[in-house]
Structures are given as C-alpha cells and as structure tokens.
C-alpha cells in the first residue's frame, strides 16, 4: 500500500506557474512508475505526464509538451509537475497516481492514486 498526497494547486494567471507535488508514504516510491493525470468539470479524467521508476522514460500529453515537466525524487519520496506557461484550459483537480507494473499512460491501468489539488488558470 502506498498513500499520495498532492500540494502545490491555486490560482494562477494565465501565463503563469505553478510546481506541484506528490508525497508518498506507506512504501518506497522508487519502486512505481508514476503519473500525474487531470479532470476538469464534466470531463473525463486525462492523462499529463508520467515518468518511470529511474526517470529514465517520461512521457508527456500533446496538450501539455513543452510546458509541463515532470521530475522525481525518490530519497524525498516525491514526485513533482513543474507547469509553465499556463493556459485557462489547464484548469482542473491535478492527480498523481503511482503503478507498480510499469509506467502507462492510461488511468485505469494505476493502482493507487492521492485526493487531487486543484488549478484554477485564469484569463
């Protein structure tokens, strides 16, 4: 069992940043791939980024390449999501999920996931 919690939401301006994190406890989180995925208002939750055990891989979505960077920390058991340049339809409640068998972009596909902080990007 792994437990996740994410800081880091708020209110931003357009064109701003903001640095999530998600802090694991439970287990070591070297030994998960790690995503962090969204879910606006109406909307099914969507993939954003992932990274795997030793950050080697990392993937990101089409809408968020370029802007979003994702990193971990394994001695702080953390994982981060650095947002630049953010958009109004950026806003949504930001997940990090954690997956044993291996980095994947598809939500159904993680085991564990945190409670979600919100972004709100504002025009």
């Known amino acids: 069992q792994v437990q996740l919690v994410e800081s880091g939401g708020g209110l931003v301006q357009a064109g701003g940043s903001l640095r999530l994190s998600c802090v694991a406890s439970g287990r070591t989180l070297s030994t998960y791939a790690m995503g962090w995925f969204r879910q606006a208002p109406g909307k099914e939750r969507e993939f954003v980024a992932a990274?795997?055990?030793?950050?080697?891989?990392?993937q990101y979505a089409d809408s968020v390449k370029g802007r979003f960077t994702i990193s971990r920390d394994n001695a702080k058991n953390t994982v981060y999501l650095q947002m630049n340049s953010l958009k109004p339809e950026d806003t949504a409640v930001y997940y990090c999920?954690?997956?044993?068998?291996?980095?994947?972009?598809?939500?159904?596909?993680?085991?564990?996931w945190g409670q979600g902080t919100q972004v709100t990007v504002s025009s």
């Open positions: 990274i795997s055990r030793n950050s080697i891989v990392k």
């Open positions: 999920a954690a997956e044993l068998s291996g980095l994947t972009t598809t939500p159904i596909e993680y085991t564990y």
